[in-house]
């Protein structure tokens, strides 16, 4: 078992910065690809970002690509996500996420329990 806590949601206005960070217990954490979903209200969840257990490779969704950066710190069983140039429309719940290999799929096997992240016009 994985445990994940997410923190660092909030209300932030079109423009600004949020990071997000998820603390991890439990299992060894570099075993884990980790990975930042989302769920937006009336919307289906949908990948937001995902880092390999080393931390070399990182994929993301089209709509965050070039404003989300993921990271990761193996020693600190954390993972985060920063932020930048936030819409409207980046509204949502943030679940940060374990897997065991890289998939760019809403599929995770551990889930934390969301943190709320609302972005106003």
């Known amino acids: 078992q994985v445990q994940l806590v997410e923190s660092g949601g909030g209300l932030v206005q079109a423009g600004g910065s949020l990071r997000l960070s998820c603390a991890a217990s439990g299992r060894t954490f570099s075993n884990y690809v980790m990975g930042w979903l989302r769920q937006g209200p009336g919307k289906e969840r949908e990948f937001v970002a995902a880092?390999?257990?080393?931390?070399?490779?990182?994929n993301y969704a089209d709509s965050v690509n070039g404003r989300f950066t993921i990271s990761r710190d193996n020693a600190k069983n954390m993972v985060y996500l920063q932020m930048n140039s936030l819409k409207p429309e980046d509204t949502a719940v943030y679940y940060c996420a374990a897997r065991s290999f890289m998939v760019v799929t809403t599929t995770w096997d551990y889930w934390g329990q969301g943190t709320q992240v609302t972005v106003s016009s």
């Open positions: 880092i390999t257990k080393g931390g070399a490779r990182h």
